[in-house]
């Protein structure tokens, strides 16, 4: 392990080489519900630009954590830092503003407005500068350019632009949704298992579009889709009552005994590490 010294002999930084501080940093967080220790004292570093998985047995504490890191439960203890700022006591409309965008969040989409209508609102509403209303009809078409841009760039096709929200297939509004998450430009997304409900066919299709956003934020991805996992993550945490046993490559996590361990028992989390 050349370059790693001696402070870390389990979480092997793997993937791609980064100097940069983490672009979300969280420090011994700690999440109870009544006596459960939902999050036990966890750490996890996100490198800027990295897609990193977290996967775990059902009832592991994944989704507590999306709402621990995105704001929506707060922490009992620890702390949480976004590209060095301290926002563990930041509300979570604040931390979006901060950069810190949660995907698979249906609510946000208007579903009687147009795509095109959802684009804009988002762009609009995450555009920091003034509108330059001494030029309304200039700043309205920045608005469309950037919302026309958006959809290109997340696949949707020119004509569902025109189409309600609520009338998209939908592999098409887990599109809409990945756009609206992306129209804040955040430097950190969460996905919250984005391929949930989806067939083979569709996941395989976002996962290309994950794949194309690549570097464009750093990503935390839960996802109970291994294939998906293994194939998109430059690292992976394995998360087992709350903490985490152990992260690394997917190569690393694949060969990890304590990891193989931990999800005997588990028979659909299982099947994929041992296959592969
Ligand atoms: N709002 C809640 N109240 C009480 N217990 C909860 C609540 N949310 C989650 N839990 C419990 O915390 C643990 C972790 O849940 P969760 O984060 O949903 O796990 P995962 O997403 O990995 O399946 C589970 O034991 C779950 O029952
Ligand atoms: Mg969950």
Redesign the pocket.
Known sequence: MPGTGTAQPRHVAGGRPSSDAPALQARALVKR??A?V?TDKLSLDLMPGEIHAVI?P????????IHLLAGTLPADAGQLRLNGTDITRLAAHRRVAAGLSRSYQITNVFKRFTVRDNLLLAVQAHDGGGLGYWRPRAAQRGLYDAAHALAQECGLEAEQLARRADTLPHGEQRKLEFALALAARPSVLLLDEPMAGMGPDETARLADLIESMRGRAAMLLVEHDMEAVFRLADRISV?VY?RIIATGTPEQIRNDAAVRQAYLGDEMDTRPLVTT
């Open positions: 519900f009544g459960l939902a775990g059902n009832g592991a504490g994944k989704s507590t954590l998360l709350g």
